[in-house]
């Protein structure tokens, strides 16, 4: 997995299409993505696997973007 650190985009109370936008594959740029939500207690990602192109990666989150993605599903 690459190392590189990526900062989610959307904001809170952005509407859910550009959630998933956001964490879009940056490979092959397919929004199949499964995702899982960590959250520690100063520190928030979200964990991306691309069902399209098997590319992983780690974006990091705000509080308000990890409080966001849990409301999601
Ligand atoms: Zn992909």
């Known amino acids: 997995m690459r190392q ?8 809170g ?10 964490l879009a594959c940056r490979v092959c740029l397919s929004g199949k993505i499964e995702w899982g939500l960590r959250v520690e207690h100063w520190d928030a990602e979200v964990r991306c696997h691309c069902l399209s192109c098997g590319d992983s ?8 973007q990890a409080l966001r ?3 999601h599903r």
């Open 13 to 22: 109370d952005d509407v859910p299409c550009l959630v998933e936008a956001s």
């Open 57 to 64: 990666r780690s974006v990091s989150l705000t509080d308000e």
């Open 4 to 11: 590189f650190c990526e900062t989610a985009s959307f904001r």
């Open 69 to 71: 993605l849990s409301l």
